[in-house]
């Protein structure tokens, strides 16, 4: 028996969607890791710093990004895709040296804002790379464009106390 092939009557096959998003479900699981190794590097530095205020400041920034992390979780999700957890292994080196650096250096507000800055530097650099994908869908674009001014402005007040802090010191 020939089987013929009529317009309109072709099978979809439901993975095909799932293997279509896999880059896009690539870009925000990168943006997932940035966001979790933010998460845990903001824990740290409100762990590690004496200040009453940036305690607070800092666990803010944490809850924050794992409020972002869940929104591309569930993006991912939402393309057939298995989010990440977890941050990624340069993240945990970023982690450990800010763990280090403020045991060596006494918990200095300044060391620790100097390490949080350079963690934002990532963030930001990883949230503009993925914009500047233009197979984004519009969707994904949209929550990620979003994202990005909530993690710039976050970038842009980390960097402020620092320089404020240079200026002190």
Request: glycine letters at 8%; hydrophobic letters at 35%.
């Amino acid at each position: 028996m020939i089987q013929q092939n009529v317009p309109g009557s072709q099978q979809r096959n439901p993975d095909s969607a799932a293997a279509g998003n896999d880059h896009i479900v690539g870009i925000l699981n990168n943006l997932i890791e940035t966001l979790k190794d933010g998460q845990d590097g903001f824990r740290s530095a409100a762990e590690g710093i004496k200040s009453s205020e940036l305690k607070t400041l800092f666990g803010t920034y944490a809850q924050q990004r794992a409020q972002l992390a869940t929104e591309l979780q569930s993006e991912v999700r939402r393309l057939g895709g298995d989010p990440e957890k977890t941050g990624t292994v340069a993240g945990a080196i970023h982690r450990g040296w800010i763990d280090l650096k403020a045991a060596v250096t006494g918990k200095d507000e300044t060391a620790i804002i100097d390490e949080c800055e350079r963690g934002e530097d990532s963030a930001v650099k990883n949230y503009r790379e993925a914009l500047m994908k233009e197979d984004l869908p519009s969707e994904v674009r949209i929550l990620i464009d979003r994202q990005f001014v909530t993690v710039k402005q976050t970038h842009d007040r980390i960097r402020d106390m620092k320089r404020a802090h240079h200026v002190k010191a």
